[in-house]
């Protein structure tokens, strides 16, 4: 067996102990003789592997008591019209569009009120997080949206907006688990875990418990009402069990690493890594302003489409796989969650400079 080096914005790259005890689990289940496939979601195996979920989750980012954790379907995208649709109480929302998927959210959200573009970074190709400290946050507004680790343009939130007092929606797809988040901050948190959790197909809402009440839009579907799944137990009907087994495996993994504070630590290392060789490559440039980097996330280019090319198709005969960048900013991009490893990163760079060395 053969692993490669995976820099896929996702889905992406599992821990390898994870996937080992999946493996070993998988025609029995720790004596159910079944695998967590084909097990009833209503049995009393899934209900402990649903709860320790749960339980692992709120531990590893302290989630307050007054925070429902929901596990749902459709993935981050559905949450685009599921955010409105249960908090567009005067419908007007307010959205700082720092690239693609705040901007699909926006766009979504125009479809249920009046949905505010009140800053944006779009004029110089997302390539950083507009000043957030005084925004014309509007009166009535039912909510601040932001999306907090920019995917596909590799930019980040530092700090929080100053909604002035409103309340602030986050997508935390992409930088979900990568460090601790003081969750008493947010109204609603929600991430899609095939990017630095889990399987795909599952979204994990973190919603604060108030938010969830039958006053939503008129003409909700019931299975886009946080209350359907918080007073189910996120098992109103058949939850994406897998996802769930799974991202519980990989909450116990963080866990064992040393929770969210040494994730932090771990991924500033290895982030730095890649921006320190980036800062001083003469062929290599990483295309974001430096303050609003992400972790996770890291676009960069060569300034040569042709050479670019050659170095992504060169990259992946060498066992670093999926660094071609978003379709729309072209280059590389390198997605390093928290489940790749310090010496893929190091690797990396090691190829980088060969690759400069040779194509000068
Ligand atoms: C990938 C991604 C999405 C879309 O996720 P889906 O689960 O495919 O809908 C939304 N937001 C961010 C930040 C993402 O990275």
């Known amino acids: 067996m053969s692993r490669v080096y995976n820099f ?3 889905p992406a790259v599992l821990p390898e102990e994870v996937l080992s005890e999946v493996q070993q689990e998988m025609l029995d289940y720790q004596g159910s003789g079944q695998s967590v496939m084909e097990m009833s979601h209503r049995s ?7 709860q320790e979920a749960e339980a692992d989750l709120r531990e590893l980012m302290a989630i307050p008591e007054n925070y429902k954790v929901l596990f749902l379907q459709g993935g981050a995208s559905l949450q685009f019209a599921m955010i409105p649709m249960n908090l567009m109480k005067n419908k007007v929302a307010d959205y700082i569009v720092t690239g693609q998927w705040a901007k699909k959210a926006w766009q979504e959200a125009r479809k249920y009120g009046k949905a505010v573009k009140i800053a944006s970074s779009e004029d110089q190709t997302f390539s950083y997080i507009p000043d957030c400290s005084d925004l014309p946050v509007d009166e009535d507004a039912d909510y601040v949206y932001i999306c ?3 995917t596909i343009y590799g930019t980040a939130f530092k700090k929080l907006p100053d909604t002035k007092g409103k309340l602030l929606v986050a997508d935390v797809s992409s930088c979900f688990l990568s460090e601790p988040v003081d969750v ?3 109204g609603i948190l929600y991430g899609g875990v095939q990017k630095n959790v889990g399987p795909a197909g599952m979204v994990i809402a973190i919603v604060r418990e108030d938010l969830i009440t039958e006053d939503v839009l008129e003409g909700t579907p019931t299975m886009m009402k946080y209350k359907t799944h918080a007073d189910a137990g996120s098992l109103y009907n058949t939850p994406n069990c897998w996802s769930i087994y799974v991202c519980g495996k990989v909450f116990k993994w963080l866990k064992q690493m040393g929770g969210l504070k040494v994730m932090k630590e771990r991924n500033e290392k290895k982030a730095a890594v890649l921006y320190d060789f980036l800062d001083n490559s003469r062929m ?7 303050e609003d980097r992400s972790l996770m996330n890291v676009p960069f280019v060569t300034g040569d489409k042709e050479l670019d090319a050659r170095f992504v198709k060169e990259a992946e005969a060498a066992g670093f796989i999926n660094l ?8 590389m991009r390198a997605s390093i969650y928290n489940a790749m490893p310090v010496e893929g990163v190091e ?9 400069e060395e040779e194509n000068r």
């Open 148 to 150: 907090q680790n920019n």
């Open 184 to 186: 008493s901050k947010y």
């Open 347 to 355: 690797k990396l760079v090691s190829f980088m400079k060969k690759f």
């Open 8 to 10: 896929s914005a996702g």
């Open 44 to 50: 009393k195996v899934f209900e402990k592997i649903i």
């Open 284 to 290: 290599f440039k990483g295309t974001v302003k430096k």
């Open 324 to 331: 071609k960048g978003h379709r729309s900013v072209g280059g």
